[in-house]
């Protein structure tokens, strides 16, 4: 014996199923695109730390560096650095003094110098001269990054640029 209504259960459990699988998907891979620009900014802001924190140990320079000397070692750590980044491509690196009490970066007015993301000077505007190691006056040095975030999943085909810094204080050289 049939029991009337087991075959509209069936075409409805399909209808279901149709309606969920996609709504599904959309959301996996949301989150997987979420996740994978969480991974990317913790990269980034690792970079930026390092990229900062070897800064303020150089500071003027050491052993007679110039300043371009410097800026190439602290723009190639934070290159090191971030070449983990998996569905992200830096596009600027700027090393600079912040004068805002936040330590974000305003090119109109913070001294600073910018490279590319491969690491090619673009300015230069922030001399050995202005890096102060003497307490109190030690300088703050940030370095912030510009990187240009991609979904990895396909359907989505938009960028998302994004910046990320870091601020350390130049490493102090007590006076004798």
């Given at each position: 014996?049939?029991?009337p209504?087991?075959?509209?259960?069936?075409?409805?459990?399909?209808?279901?199923?149709?309606?969920?699988?996609?709504?599904?998907?959309?959301?996996?891979?949301?989150?997987?695109?979420?996740?994978?620009?969480?991974?990317d900014?913790?990269?980034?802001?690792?970079a930026?730390?390092a990229?900062?924190?070897?800064?303020?140990?150089?500071?003027?320079?050491?052993?007679?560096?110039?300043?371009s000397?410097?800026d190439?070692?602290?723009?190639?750590?934070?290159?090191?650095?971030?070449?983990?980044?998996?569905?992200?491509?830096?596009?600027?690196?700027?090393?600079?003094?912040?004068?805002?009490?936040?330590?974000?970066?305003?090119?109109?007015?913070?001294?600073?110098?910018?490279?590319?993301?491969?690491g090619?000077?673009?300015?230069?505007?922030?001399?050995?001269?202005?890096?102060?190691?003497?307490?109190?006056?030690?300088?703050?040095?940030?370095?912030?990054?510009?990187?240009?975030?991609?979904?990895?999943?396909?359907?989505?085909?938009?960028?998302?640029?994004?910046?990320?810094?870091?601020?350390?204080k130049?490493?102090?050289?007590?006076?004798?």
């Amino acid at each position: 014996m049939r029991r009337p209504g087991c075959r509209r259960q069936g075409g409805q459990s399909i209808l279901e199923l149709a309606i969920a699988t996609p709504v599904l998907l959309v959301l996996m891979m949301g989150a997987f695109n979420v996740g994978a620009l969480v991974i990317d900014k913790a990269v980034a802001g690792y970079a930026t730390w390092a990229g900062a924190r070897l800064a303020g140990e150089l500071g003027p320079g050491v052993n007679g560096q110039t300043q371009s000397q410097v800026d190439q070692q602290v723009v190639q750590n934070v290159l090191a650095s971030s070449t983990n980044l998996s569905y992200a491509t830096i596009s600027e690196i700027d090393v600079y003094s912040p004068t805002g009490a936040d330590g974000s970066f305003n090119p109109a007015t913070d001294q600073y110098d910018a490279f590319d993301g491969h690491g090619n000077s673009v300015s230069w505007g922030f001399p050995l001269s202005s890096r102060q190691q003497v307490p109190p006056d030690e300088t703050s040095i940030g370095v912030r990054i510009l990187w240009r975030y991609t979904p990895p999943t396909a359907g989505y085909s938009f960028t998302m640029q994004l910046s990320e810094y870091s601020v350390v204080k130049v490493a102090p050289v007590l006076p004798t």
